[in-house]
């Protein structure tokens, strides 16, 4: 299959760094840099260091003399020297020592003045050195074999020293000319006219020395890119590129063969050749021209002449460059586009990402180094270098843990601390899939340590079922006697160091959890009247804890925490004040959302928002006229009371949200007979702040409609872009985020679309599908995170207007039902609706060691998905009264389901059992008294009349699937008989033939032994036995 790897090659931020050919620069001899002066009186300009007394750096030479040359000293000191050439031996372990890699760093490093740290080492390095050298020839005075040459004398030098008595320390290292004279191996080299020299002035070798600084010549600049460097370089127009593009998203079949190297078909001009174009043009023209790209759009409109072609451009390259001059569609960035017959995998676009942010940084420092915070000289745009590094930053999320197994649909979470979060999920309760229930629905995190634990608190005694298929006694029997309700809402205060969870097991509890997420403890337990939908902990410190529950009054609780006695903390209620629904039993309001204020000041204030719903599930039972209803409530819990907000308060309330740092809050209606709005209008994101001419300044009215055209929102969020203005989204259930700037007006500047459900929908998607539930900000505006049905999860830039998709960083296998960022904005974790947890990093050391698996024959490591941790089982419920006494005739002989199988089936004759415990239980002779026959699969329905074809050949096939394929018959062999006189002839003539290893000669058994020659050749070669024969399907 033929894909696309469109390779950006850009100048000078490219994204093929690795291309990129690095001129190495001279450096500035030392002896330069010493010789300088030191400014000391006039002022530094900027970005100069003012002296500040520190020694300068000490030379090669001077650092070896004064620390290195003692430890050689040493080493080289229990040499004797009727032995070895104890001064040459020295001379080169110094040298080895001098072009130490250790050794030039630390001494770069440090200035010339190693730490005695960098000592100890080099001591170590340098008794290494010296037993090496020791152990060869090179430096011994006589030859270790008699095979050696003669040493042959050597001239007396000019001049002889003073011998030095025995007993004196160790010899210093001279400067001989024997030791620089040669390197020819193959000649030997003597040193018997070595002699020592006074220690005072030590000389070392020339290698040691920095060389002299010489100017680098000029050359003319080579591109930075070498494919810049190809000898053809075409260039295709803007609209033959765009076809390719389109073209290879196909899949195409091709030789691999033929194109087992990348293909260049298109290749940007670079600066360099706009500049000898240009060059051509001011020679012709003669006069000058500045050598850009603005100049030659202009020279291309003026000029009616082709363009000379440049070497590596054929003349059709140059039209197809002159006509995108023209339309304006030559690319910003210079560029290379290649294909190749290679799969571009997940790991490759995941290194070519690594690679963009990796030179996008690089550049970015750079351009910061060099002109300061400015940001626009070499960037050539105003830059946020902050905003630019945590943008980078955020790009580096990828997925380090994935957990398996859950209960259910992860809906909900809460981060406890930077290494641990809690989750819940749905559950199976409902009567028809009581029988899929199963624990995992409150599970506590941990990424440090790589774990999912689960907790079996949320439960209820399992209900009995009357109708359908859980009622019978099996069902009852094989089922676990607890039922696991489901999370649906979970929070954190990090005032009070507590969590809280709810469930629909009509339960609050609260929680004391580990931060590293090891383990938590339920220390509290809230009851309500209904399935409890919310639960919300207060930012202001005041130990304020709100919960929603579906209850026609008093629905809403707001808990004050009583330290020590958090079972019996007090709360206050409040309802919704409208009555339309009283003295129906069919519908009433519930609260559909609820969130504390964010803002300083706002911060004790609780919103509600209420919208009708149906008692049985079925939305037919509210009146038609009242389905778009609802009721905002604003209540002060430090007072008490209920905060009035004006305009639009009555409609049905889908999700609020409230500002973080200003007293104003959104509301996601339906659109009210009050507001004239447009047709295709369905929805409508009211903006409420306080207003200050009326009801005393506490007060809230409407300031803001903005307009949406999606019928349901599932989330609301805000995040300022100016003081005064901000962003807004609103995700939807069709599958699509609008984002709106406030500064903007009403209508949406971005529609941003996921693709196609991952789970089948019939009829409207908008009502069937749960579209997008996750969207959420991090460090940058420039980054928004939304999760949808689809699968995916989607990284934005909302700020560019046009195509403000940048990548996706998650494909799930179920929908995406939540997700939440860290504390420290440094993680992300999402929840599908396959009871998948995924935790995604900007550092890739997260991922735990005990995720990681060696594929099996290679030394690769790939991350696996780990299932969750079970909690221990717990006892069974107590039974509340005596079974025996409730339970009626017919049930009581149904209460063993083995019994009552015995006596229906098998008492009574209806089944039988067989010997063979394989095949088990087939028909008795009162078969026929069941009726239990497939009446369908027989002619005219007759079960004594024959089976139809079909059935029957269906029949055939499963006895033949079941019998296994036809083993094959082994031949038996007859007992031979004694052996005649002819066979015990050919039988000691063959034997006579075998090879006896005792017969041979000793010189020829080592001879063979010597050659690894295998001489017996009855071991075991490791043959497996086969204890049948293995079947042959053609057999």
């Excluded at 260091?49 to 050689?72: F, I």
């Excluded at 999920?425 to 689960?454: A, E, I, V």
């Excluded at 007090?570 to 919704?576: G, I, K, L, N, V």
């Excluded at 995916?792 to 830039?797: A, F, G, L, Q, S």
């Amino acid at each position: 299959m033929l894909l696309t790897h469109l390779i950006t090659a850009s100048t000078p931020y490219g994204a093929m760094k690795s291309l990129v050919k690095h001129g190495g620069m001279p450096h500035a001899p030392i002896s330069i840099l010493n010789s300088l002066p030191v400014p000391c009186d006039e002022p530094p300009p900027k970005r100069r260091r003012v002296s500040t007394g520190l020694q300068r750096k000490r030379g090669v030479k001077e650092c070896l003399l004064s620390q290195v040359t003692p430890l050689v000293e040493r080493a080289v000191g229990h040499l004797s020297r009727d032995v070895y050439h104890v001064n040459a031996l020295a001379i080169k372990t110094v040298t080895e020592l001098s072009i130490n890699k250790f050794f030039r760093r630390r001494w770069d490093e440090t200035g010339g003045y190693l730490s005695q740290q960098d000592l100890d080492v080099l001591a170590i390095q340098a008794h290494d050195v010296v037993r090496g050298l020791a152990g060869g020839s090179e430096f011994r005075i006589s030859p270790l074999s008699s095979e050696t040459p003669e040493p042959q004398l050597l001239p007396p030098p000019r001049s002889t020293p003073k011998s030095q008595p025995q007993g004196q320390t160790a010899p210093t290292i001279v400067n001989t000319e024997a030791t620089r004279k040669s390197e020819d191996r193959d000649s030997p080299i003597f040193y018997d006219a070595l002699t020592s020299q006074p220690s005072h002035q030590p000389e070392l070798p020339q290698n040691v020395e920095r060389k002299p600084y010489r100017p680098r010549e000029r050359r003319e600049p080579k591109p930075s890119n070498r494919y810049y460097q190809i000898s053809e370089r075409p260039y295709l127009s803007a609209a033959h590129r765009k076809a390719i593009e389109e073209g290879t998203k196909k899949p195409v079949a091709v030789n691999n063969e033929l194109i087992a190297q990348p293909i260049v078909y298109h290749v940007d001009f670079s600066p360099e050749e706009i500049a000898e174009i240009i060059g051509q043009i001011s020679q012709n023209e003669n006069k000058h021209i500045p050598a850009t790209r603005e100049s030659m759009m202009e020279q291309i409109r003026l000029r009616n002449r082709p363009l000379i072609p440049i070497p590596g451009r054929t003349i059709r390259d140059m039209s197809a460059f002159a006509s995108d001059l023209w339309a304006g569609k030559v690319a910003e960035t210079p560029r290379v586009l290649s294909f190749t017959a290679e799969h571009v995998t997940e790991e490759t676009k995941k290194q070519q990402g690594q690679m963009r942010r990796t030179s996008r940084l690089s550049s970015l420092l750079m351009a910061r180094e060099m002109e300061g915070n400015q940001g626009f000289q070499r960037t050539r745009e105003y830059l946020n270098f902050q905003a630019e590094f945590k943008r980078l930053c955020e790009d580096d999320l990828q997925v380090v843990t994935e957990f398996t197994n859950c209960a259910g649909d992860i809906t909900t979470g809460a981060w406890v601390s930077r290494e641990s979060f809690l989750c819940g999920t749905t559950t199976h309760s409902d009567t028809h899939n009581q029988q899929y229930n199963r624990p995992g629905n409150l599970l506590l995190c941990s990424t440090g340590k790589g774990t999912l634990r689960s907790f079996p608190d949320h439960r209820i005694p399992r209900p009995r079922v009357e109708k359908g298929g859980n009622s019978t006694e099996a069902m009852r029997q094989s089922q676990d006697p607890w039922l696991y309700s489901s999370v649906v809402s979970c929070d954190y205060s990090a005032e009070d160091d507590l969590a809280y969870t709810s469930s629909f097991d009509k339960t609050v509890k609260v929680w004391k959890v580990d931060p590293k997420g090891e383990h938590m403890e339920a220390i509290a337990t809230w009851q309500h009247t209904g399935n409890v939908n919310f639960v919300a902990a207060a930012e202001d410190g005041s130990g304020r804890v709100a919960t929603a529950a579906d209850s026609p009054t008093d629905a809403v609780r707001i808990y004050t925490i009583t330290k020590g006695n958090e079972s019996n903390s007090t709360y206050q209620t409040f309802s919704c004040s409208r009555t339309d629904a009283d003295g129906s039993e069919k519908w009433a309001y519930f609260p559909a959302t609820m969130q504390w204020g964010r803002a300083k000041g706002c911060q004790h204030l609780l919103l509600v928002g209420y919208s009708p719903r149906s008692l049985t599930g079925d939305d037919l039972d509210i009146p038609e006229d009242k389905r778009s209803s609802g009721e905002i409530i604003l209540w002060d819990a430090e007072q008490g009371v209920r905060i009035p907000v004006m305009t639009a308060s009555t409609a049905n309330v889908f999700e609020v949200a409230w500002h973080p740092t200003l007293p104003l809050f959104l509301v996601g209606v339906t659109p009210t007979g009050m507001n004239n709005v447009p047709r295709n209008v369905r929805t409508q994101v009211h903006v409420f702040h306080r207003d200050k001419d009326r009801l005393n300044g506490i007060g809230f009215c409407q300031h803001q409609a903005l307009d949406c055209y999606a019928s349901d929102i599932n989330e609301l969020t805000i995040v300022p872009n100016s003081p005064g203005h901000a962003y807004v989204t609103a995700a939807c259930t069709d599958g699509k985020v609008y984002i709106w700037d406030t500064a903007q007006g009403d209508k949406p500047i971005h529609t941003l679309r996921h693709g196609k459900p991952i789970e089948e929908y019939y009829g409207d998607r908008e009502k069937e599908d749960t579209g997008v539930k996750f969207t959420a900000w991090n460090t940058s505006l420039d980054r928004l995170y939304t999760g949808s049905s689809d699968g995916v999860v989607k990284v934005w830039n909302v700020r560019k207007l046009k195509n403000p998709f940048v990548r996706d960083i998650l494909t799930a296998p179920g929908p995406i039902a939540w997700g939440g960022f860290s504390p420290d904005n440094s993680k992300l974790a999402i929840g599908d609706a396959t009871g998948r947890c995924f935790i995604l990093s900007t550092d890739e050391r997260d991922i735990p060691e005990s995720h990681m698996m060696t594929l099996p024959g290679t030394t690769r490591r790939r991350r696996r998905p780990i299932p969750l941790i079970p909690h221990p089982e717990p006892a069974p419920p107590t039974p509340a009264r005596d079974d025996d006494e409730m339970l009626t005739d017919d049930e009581l002989s149904d209460a063993n389901i083995a019994d009552y199988s015995r006596r229906t089936y098998l008492d009574s004759q209806c089944l039988k059992l067989t010997s063979n415990p394989v095949i088990g239980v087939v028909q008795g002779p009162r078969y026929q008294s069941t009726n239990l026959y497939r009446r369908e699969a027989h002619y005219d329905e007759d079960p004594s009349a024959p089976l139809l074809a079909h059935f029957e050949r269906r029949q055939k096939d499963s006895e033949a699937a079941s019998l296994g394929r036809r083993r094959r018959s082994v031949r038996r062999l007859r007992t031979p008989s004694p052996p005649d006189e002819r066979l015990q002839r050919i039988h000691a003539q063959n034997a006579s033939k075998d090879l006896d290893v005792n017969h041979l000669e000793d010189s020829e058994v080592k001879e063979l032994v010597k050659s690894a020659t295998l001489l017996s050749i009855e071991e075991d070669w490791g043959f497996i036995y086969e204890e049948t024969m293995s079947s042959d399907k053609d057999a």
